[in-house]
């Protein structure tokens, strides 16, 4: 079974009709954090991925504690092979967060975690138009065959804004203690406005718009 048929055989669940009601809310609540798109913005598409992910990977069904996949497979086990079983728990440790690109390479994209500082390696044939070292990202990383895919969501920032990012980054490090963690959820869902507004505003400088001041 192939990563894109596992995708497709867990969401095809998770949208069933039992799910229909689970899928709007989860839906509501998570573009409410990070701006609606609408269907003439370019990143729609890539936006409506972010938000399957993460309804798949990270959404908690009536604030329980597993996650859609994980009650996937504690409640589908029986029809599952033991191999299918295995593929399904590795795409369950997938890497969601803000990525600095360290190295191109090849197939190969060395992406380093802005929140937990671990570097990860990409395998990836056709690199993102205009990627380049340095560049910050917003992206989920899917274990397959013990090599890591980028899923289809995938949230560039501007090299303009790369100072204001990594400094206000840094301030919420400090702010939430050495032995306290900042919200990375909440923080990745302001820069997805951001990215949203700059998207619509283009005669706006990328400044002005990753404004992180208390008035900003």
Do not use: C
Not at 74 to 88: C, G, Q
Not at 117 to 145: M, Q, S, Y
Not at 169 to 182: E, F, I, M, P, T
Request: cysteine-free; aromatic content about 10%; overall charge positive.
């Amino acid at each position: 079974m192939s990563l894109q048929e596992l995708h497709d055989r867990l969401l095809g669940w998770a949208s069933a009709e039992p799910f229909k009601e689970e899928l709007l809310q989860a839906k509501r609540s998570f573009f409410g954090r990070r701006g609606e798109p609408h269907e003439e913005d370019k990143s729609f598409d890539q936006r409506m991925n972010a938000f399957l992910d993460w309804y798949l990977y990270d959404h908690r069904p009536n604030g329980g504690g597993e996650s859609m996949i994980e009650l996937f497979m504690r409640t589908r086990s029986a029809e599952l092979t033991t191999d299918e079983l295995t593929r399904f728990r590795s795409l369950a440790r997938n890497v969601h967060s803000l990525f600095e690109v360290r190295r191109l390479r090849g197939d190969q994209i060395r992406l380093r975690d802005l929140f937990t500082g671990g570097d990860h390696d990409v395998t990836e044939r056709r690199h993102p138009a205009g990627l380049e070292k340095g560049d910050l990202i917003e992206a989920r990383l899917l274990p397959f065959d013990t090599r890591l895919f980028f899923s289809g969501a995938f949230l560039y920032h501007p090299p303009t804004v790369r100072k204001a990012i990594l400094s206000e980054l840094k301030r919420l490090k400090k702010a939430a203690g050495r032995k306290g963690k900042s919200d990375a959820e909440e923080f990745l869902s302001r820069l997805s406005r951001m990215a949203l507004k700059l998207e619509r505003y283009r005669n706006v400088k990328p400044e002005q718009i990753y404004d992180f001041s208390a008035g900003g």
